[in-house]
């Protein structure tokens, strides 16, 4: 064996300090927390992000950007007007049908139509919504756009 070979090194380790066993154990009085303030009294905890009372980062930093309140925003299921070409002539499209051919997938969903590609069947539409081009292109073709 040498002195090299030694496991843990010599010194490596170290008993660890009992605090609070009175003023000759090193670590007596005030168990080195030092005199009074928070983090002195027992029971205490502070949060990472605390900062004494100060006003906190979060709230000093100047804000930015739209807050919308996502609870109330519309959101639409979109069909292409393209996709309507799997239907027969003179047929009524509405919310229901559109769910049957699996063009759209949620039950209680809103519509918008989208005038993305050329319809080539007289259709009568029915939709929650309307692009402006989707109309032009129904209404072209001799059908009808309405609004739910």
């Known amino acids: 064996m040498k002195l090299n070979e030694l496991k843990p090194a010599p010194g490596a380790t170290r008993k660890r300090k009992r605090v609070g066993r009175g003023n000759s154990s090193g670590k007596g009085g005030t168990a080195g927390r030092g005199h009074k303030g928070q983090k002195s009294r027992s ?3 502070i949060p990472a992000w605390f ?4 006003m906190p980062l979060v709230r000093r930093v100047p804000k930015r950007g739209p807050r919308r309140i996502a609870h109330k925003r519309l959101e639409y299921d979109v ?15 509405n919310p229901e049908l559109l769910r049957e051919a ?4 949620r039950k ?3 519509i918008k139509i989208l005038g993305d590609g050329e319809l080539d069947k007289r259709l009568n539409v029915r939709a929650h919504r309307f692009s402006k081009s989707a109309i ?7 059908g009808t756009a309405e609004v739910i």
Do not use: C, P
Request: no cysteine; hydrophobic share 40%; net charge negative.
């Open 79 to 93: 069909v292409n007007i393209k996709s309507l070409n799997i239907f027969e002539d003179e047929l009524e499209v």
């Open 108 to 110: 209680n969903a809103l």
């Open 102 to 105: 699996g063009i759209i997938k």
């Open 43 to 45: 029971g205490s905890s």
């Open 136 to 142: 032009e292109k129904i209404v072209a073709k001799g």
């Open 51 to 54: 900062e004494g009372g100060q």
